[in-house]
């Protein structure tokens, strides 16, 4: 039987990315049921604010962790190196990969190719919200003071899910 090591193994298979396999790690969900029971119990009277939490820390959080991971994978790919598997955890995802005679610039490209994919990501986002007040979501004329959430504006929200993120990493 062989020893498994690192993330070898942990979470849930979620397919294949330039022929590696792909998992969520376990604290992936964790997190999720975290950051959701925490923001239940410290906002019981905002269903909005529930919702947005289990929005933002399931679907969309995973999406953008792919998303990066993508973007490594690719730049690993372009320069012919062999991708052996991602893992995508909460804070991130990691890629093993290898590039045989590997550069300082082509191992920077592929370390920079990742946050590189947050560009685009950004740009669609700002096209969302923007599309999002035409359903009565105004962020464009008051960004930090519109009424989204029951318990205060986008200030707060944000503010409390940097919170739950520090008592998530103190957990772990």
Known sequence: ????????????????????????????????????????????????????????????????????????????????????????????????????KCTCMQEFFVALAGPLTHIPQFFIWLIIMLASSHIGIDYYKAPFSFDAFDNGGADDFFAELGKQMLNFNLVI
């Open 1 to 100: 039987m062989a020893m498994r090591t690192g993330l070898e193994g942990c979470g849930l298979p979620f397919g294949t990315l330039y022929n590696a396999p792909v998992r969520i790690h376990w604290t992936f969900f964790f997190n999720f049921l975290f950051q959701v029971i925490y923001a239940i119990v410290n906002h019981t009277s905002s269903w909005k604010y529930g919702l947005m939490v289990a929005l933002i820390w399931g679907p969309l959080a995973l999406m953008i962790i792919y998303i990066h991971e993508v973007g490594h994978l690719y730049a690993n790919k372009k320069y012919g190196g062999t991708t052996y598997k991602a893992t995508l955890w909460p804070l991130g995802g990691f890629s093993e990969c290898y590039i045989e």
